[in-house]
């Protein structure tokens, strides 16, 4: 393990880089222009880690000579002079500048000094014997501080390929990605691109905007198909009467747009949910069969009664269970009436599917589309479980916009045999897909989006194709 010096690790930039440095095992050595200011926070840092660390506070001189590697984290109208108190203790030694030479007030116009960039100064003030190295300009503090994983990279510019590497290196521990950009000289880049992120959060209301590189290794392989699924987040809680597809519109609005041909997942609870598709058991009357099925499986009367007003037919019934053929044609457990997640303020409730599944599927699809102008997929998803196996899977109540099943029936293998048999139930792929993030339990996840899922196009059909008929069942 190294240890780090951070001249002005009192601050943004530099506590958050000590903190990440400590939680990586390093020994850290915060110098302040106060030592005791240096100590004390260097003890509450120490206070505040998860394990046992060796962080410590010192004053300028003494920090930068008590650790291997020095990180200046200074404001720029701090850096020649703090540079030229510090420079004794530096030689020899590689030193990490982030310095973007910056005054205040106008940080949104690029500001080079005259000798080029921060950098070069700073190799000039420390002399021949210390390695510069320029880092960490454009990875704004709080994203350091966050702890979490970071979309940024970092651009690494410096003369010493040593240096250089083990910078790059101590970079790649904190889980920070790095591009070693070239000679020192070339930090005036990365130093002014910091006036451009600042410009960037300011225009468009970013938080915290960094910059990432993208490409491909010259001669790697075509980048396989790529599906994702991502769920959207900070939908409200929904009531009756809500409009979800302009609270799905605007969330994805302020999250990223749908593109062409994703599939907005949605989970059938919300779509009930601002359907008014909530009964109060109290409002419920059970009749006679109402009353038997209670006996037979457990369930209150009040309950069994709307299990049987959704259902065409209750295919078994036993303690605790009841599989139904919805009135949709679903085959599902308790006609997929739901009690959980519903508040209970009014009494207890319980959930039914929407009134016409693929109706509201549509609908979605059509508000959405017609409000991002692009053609997108809807389906709704259910947890539903699955003949002789165990556990419940997403899958799809309702669609709108594509073919539920995929029939590659005709065409050829690897080998050129013809698929006699293959239909694909993308609609069910998909909800499965988009129920590994969207959330049952508290996670208040109602919807996703799926993208690269190969399927058919499709504006007419609803799911129904996806329900084998009833003649075709083999174990009547
Ligand atoms: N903040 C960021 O997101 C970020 C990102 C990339 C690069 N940078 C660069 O990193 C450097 C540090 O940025 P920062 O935001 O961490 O700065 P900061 O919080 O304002 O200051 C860092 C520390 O520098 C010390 N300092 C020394 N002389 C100073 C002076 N004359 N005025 C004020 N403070 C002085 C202070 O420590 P003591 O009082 O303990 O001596 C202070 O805690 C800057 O060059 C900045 O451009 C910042």
Request: charge should be negative.
């Amino acid at each position: 393990m190294t240890s780090y010096s951070i001249i002005g690790g009192t601050g943004a930039l530099g506590a958050a880089l000590a903190r990440r440095l400590a939680d990586a095992g390093h020994t850290v050595i915060i110098g302040s222009r106060d030592a005791d200011k240096a100590a004390a926070f260097a003890a509450d840092m120490k206070a505040g880690l998860a394990a046992p660390a060796n962080v410590s506070g010192l004053g300028l001189v003494d920090a930068a000579a008590a650790g291997e590697i020095c990180v200046l984290t200074v404001p720029y109208v701090a850096h020649a002079d703090t540079l030229a108190q510090i420079r004794d203790a530096l030689q020899g030694k590689v030193v990490i500048d982030a310095t973007v030479p910056l005054k205040p007030p106008k940080v949104g116009t690029v500001q080079l000094p005259a000798a080029g960039c921060a950098a070069l100064e700073t190799a000039a003030i420390l002399g021949d014997n210390v390695r510069v190295v320029s880092a960490l300009q454009t990875i704004g503090a709080e994203k350091l501080a966050s702890g979490g994983p970071i979309d940024a990279d970092v651009l690494v510019a410096g003369d010493d390929a040593e240096a250089v590497e083990a910078v790059r290196a101590m970079l790649a521990a904190l889980g920070l990605r790095s591009w070693h950009v070239g000679p020192l000289a070339n930090a005036a880049a990365a130093e002014a691109m910091t006036s451009l992120l600042i410009q960037i959060n300011r225009r468009y209301k970013m938080e915290q905007a960094g910059v990432r590189i993208t490409g491909r290794p010259r001669g790697s392989p075509r980048p396989g198909p790529r599906l994702t699924v991502r769920a959207v987040p900070a939908l409200p809680l929904f009531g009756p009467g809500d409009d979800l597809a302009a609270a799905i519109a605007d969330a994805l609005a302020a999250d990223e747009p749908p593109r062409d041909g994703d599939v907005i997942v949605v989970a059938q609870k919300v779509v009930s949910k601002v359907e008014g598709r909530a009964v109060l058991l109290s409002g419920v009357a059970p009749g006679p069969e109402a009353r038997t099925l209670a006996e037979t499986t457990g369930k209150t009367a009040e309950v069994a009664q709307l299990i049987l007003a959704e259902s065409g037919e209750v295919m078994r019934a036993r303690d605790g269970v009841v599989i139904t053929r919805h009135r949709t044609g679903h085959v599902a457990a308790n006609a997929g009436i739901d009690t959980s997640n519903l508040s209970s303020e009014g009494g207890e409730a319980a959930l039914l599917w929407p009134l016409d599944p693929d109706a509201s599927a549509r609908a979605l699809r059509l508000a959405l589309e017609t409000r991002f102008g692009v053609s997108l997929a809807v389906v709704i998803s259910d947890s539903l479980g699955r003949a002789w196996r165990m556990g419940t899977t997403g899958a799809a109540i309702a669609s709108s916009g594509l073919k539920p099943l995929r029939d590659r029936r005709g065409e050829s293998d690897l080998f050129g045999r013809v698929l006699q048999a293959t239909i694909i139930g993308v609609a069910d792929e998909i909800a499965a897909a988009a129920s590994l993030i969207i959330g049952e339990a508290a996670e208040g996840l109602p919807v996703a989006v799926v993208s690269g899922a190969v399927y058919d196009r499709d504006e007419t059909v609803g799911i129904g194709d996806i329900l084998r008929a009833r003649h075709e069942d083999l174990f009547p």
